[in-house]
Structure formats: C-alpha cells, structure tokens
C-alpha cells in the first residue's frame, strides 16, 4: 500500500511513495432504495477533464552512422548523431546519450554540436549532451571521433545513441546504432608470404647460381588465395593469413604442378608448411626441373610368395640401379604388375623396396635428392573382388 504522507520532492518518479489509486463513485444526488439495498443514482453525466503528460516515445527522430566500415586497432573512427524533433511541439530540457563498444575510447575535444565544440559528460562508456532544446521540425547534429584500442579483438562493435527527457530519465526516441568492424592491420597482424619457384638443375632443392625462375606458375593457399609467378619464378601474397595471437599458426602452401612446364617435375616439397607468426613475412620456394626418368618394371616373381622379401637374384640389381642413377640427375619410377596377389601386399612390397633403394642411396654419397614415385597397374584391370 503507498504511503499517506507526501513523500520528500527527492522521490523518484515512479516509486512507491508516488504511486496511489483513487476510486470515484459519481452520482446525481438521488438515493434510490428497494428491498435489497440502497444506492445513489448515476444517470447524471459528468465531464471531469484531468491532464496527463503526453506519450513522447517517438517524440525524436534519430539516426546514427560512421564513414567507415573496417577499422584496425589504434584508427580513429568518426562517428555522426542527427536528432529531429518529429513530435509537433517544442521540446526542452532532453539529452542525448551515446553508448560507446567497449574497447573504444573518446577522443577528447572531438564533439561538434551543431559545428561548435561542445563536450558530453562522461560516465563509464555513456557520452551525454544535457540541456538541449529541439523546436519543431529542428536538428541537432553530433560529430565525434573514437579511437579503437590495442587491445581490441576482431569482430563487430556497435555505437548506440538515443535520446532522454532529462527531467524524467525516459527515453523520448528510439536506439541509433552504428556498427563497425575490427580487422586485422596489414602491419601488425598479417603474415604475408613470398617465394620463388626456380630451375632446380641439380636437384638439390636450393636455388644456385644460374638457376632461373619458372614463369607463370600457379601456387594456392587453403583459403583459395592464388598467385603466379614473375618472369623471374617470383611470388607475392599479401596478408595471406592472421595466425593465432597467442601460438601463432601452422600455414600450408601448395604449387599447382599442372602449371608447371611441360615436362617438369617439382624436386622439392609439396605442399609445403611453415609456422607463421603475426607481422612476420614466411618465404616458401620450390623447385623444378626437367629430368630424366629411370622405370623399374615390377611384378610378384621379384619378391618371395606372400612376402616382402625379394629374392636373391633381385637384391644384387639394386646396387646396378644405384649406379645408373648416379650418373645423371634422375627421378625414379617403381611400376608393379599386379596379379593376383592382394593389393595390401603390393602396397607392402613397393614400400619396403622404396626403403632399401633409398637406403643404398644415401651410402652411395650422391650430390642430389633423388626422388621415387610409384604406380600400380593390374593385369586384369583392378585387383581380384574377393580381396
């Protein structure tokens, strides 16, 4: 139940000290009685006007907006309020308010009302303009600057801006909102790749002296960012990632062999993976050239039934291989018939003898990688159902 006494003028509106209920029984002034009971009659019409505050909810009109749409730490981002007095009569005594993102700072002495300097007063991320009056059909514009601060993270912030009656603390227009963008800056936080894809002669996966670049060789990050290469073999992608601030980020780049000239083959690593870090620059280069190709013929007569063994009179032509290797740059193809053996076995037997070829091949002291590529065909066109 509210309070009889007349509250102090400190109440707020609204509170319970304010509120009370009246209820009025009109009458004309004759009593009208039956067995039952005995009331005053009511036909007698009464006009009692009593005056209320007008509804203001829509009273202003307001609209709020930035130039910019992507912004970086440390950018300054102006902002712009419009406020129009929409309701038919003069307003007075209002404020408008405007509620800054978190993470985002006032500029001081940036504000212009109308073009002059006016400061708001600042409470937490509130900016407000008290005391302002709107005639009709009257605007008010705000301009004023926020700067992004460093320890912003990437993402959406929205600036929103309304307006108050000052006296009542309710609001008199709807919420204005602006939205931006946090991005990552191209100096500080993006890694940018670079490379050369070259002539890699002597297959040593480095480019030497007189090594050339390939032209017009397609690389291809996984996000789909594609680049081709200079007359000199040269590559560039800018901000071709944001790795994670904290632990940074693995980043893989892969050359699109189809792009290569005809006849060449890559010598070094593809795809390729490096660690980027934020604001550091990652080189990635590959290699390729023309070589010759050295093919082995191999089918299930080489190695011991059922087994990954190779019989003897095979293991002594490996060291044969090696010196027919050895005497030009090469790529070496092992090729597998396959039969009627399973298909798991011939996996088996191409990787086992891929491991002692490259074995001998590291004994020997050669100067180069050499390069081992692998292709089954079967002679009955795929391998046997029941496997």
Excluded at 220 to 249: K, M
Aim: proline share 5%; with cysteine; aromatic share 6%.
């Amino acid at each position: 139940m509210a309070s009889a006494e007349v509250p102090p003028p400190s109440v707020l509106p609204g509170t319970a000290g304010t509120i009370y209920h009246l209820h009025l029984l009109l009458g004309d002034g004759n009593v009208i009685s039956n067995q039952d009971e005995t009331m005053l009659s009511q036909s007698q019409i009464f006009n009692n006007q009593i005056p209320i505050d007008p509804e203001l909810g829509g009273a202003v009109a307001i609209t709020k907006s930035s130039s910019l749409i992507n912004v970086t730490r440390g950018e300054l981002v102006p902002y712009t309020i419009t406020v129009t007095n929409v309701f038919g009569a003069p307003l007075s005594n209002i404020s408008i308010v405007d509620n800054v993102p978190a993470g985002f700072k006032y500029v001081k002495d940036s504000a212009r009302l109308n073009g002059k300097s006016v400061e708001p007063s600042i409470n937490g991320q509130n900016l407000t303009w008290d005391n302002l009056d709107l005639q009709v059909n009257q605007t008010h514009t705000i301009k004023l600057l926020l700067v992004v601060s460093s320890g912003v993270s990437e993402g959406e912030y929205v600036n929103r801006a309304l307006v108050l009656n000052t006296a009542t603390g309710l609001r008199i227009s709807g919420e204005a909102k602006a939205t931006v963008q946090v991005i990552p800056d191209p100096d500080f936080d993006c890694t940018d790749v670079i490379g050369k894809v070259f002539d890699d002669g002597n297959l040593n996966g480095r480019q030497d002296k007189g090594e050339k670049g390939l032209h017009g060789v397609r690389v291809v990050t996984v996000r789909g960012l594609i680049a081709l290469t200079d007359e000199y073999g040269r590559f560039h992608i800018t901000c071709a990632a944001v790795p994670d601030e904290d632990r940074g980020s693995n980043f893989m780049l892969k050359l699109d062999e189809r792009s290569l000239p005809t006849g060449y083959r890559l010598t070094t690593e593809n795809p390729r993976v490096q660690r980027a870090t934020r604001g550091k620059m990652i080189r990635f280069n590959f290699g390729a050239t023309i070589n010759r190709v050295v093919r082995i013929d191999i089918a299930d007569g080489v190695f011991e039934p059922n087994t990954t063994e190779m019989r003897l009179q095979w293991i002594s032509r490996i060291d044969l291989l090696i010196e027919e290797l050895k005497k030009a740059p090469s790529i070496l193809r092992l090729s597998y018939l396959g039969d009627i053996e399973k298909e798991s076995l011939v996996q088996k037997r191409l990787k086992k003898l891929k491991k002692i070829i490259t074995k001998e091949w590291k004994q020997s002291g050669s100067k180069y990688r050499l390069t081992i590529e692998t292709e089954v065909f079967w002679r009955r066109g795929a391998p046997l159902a029941s496997q």
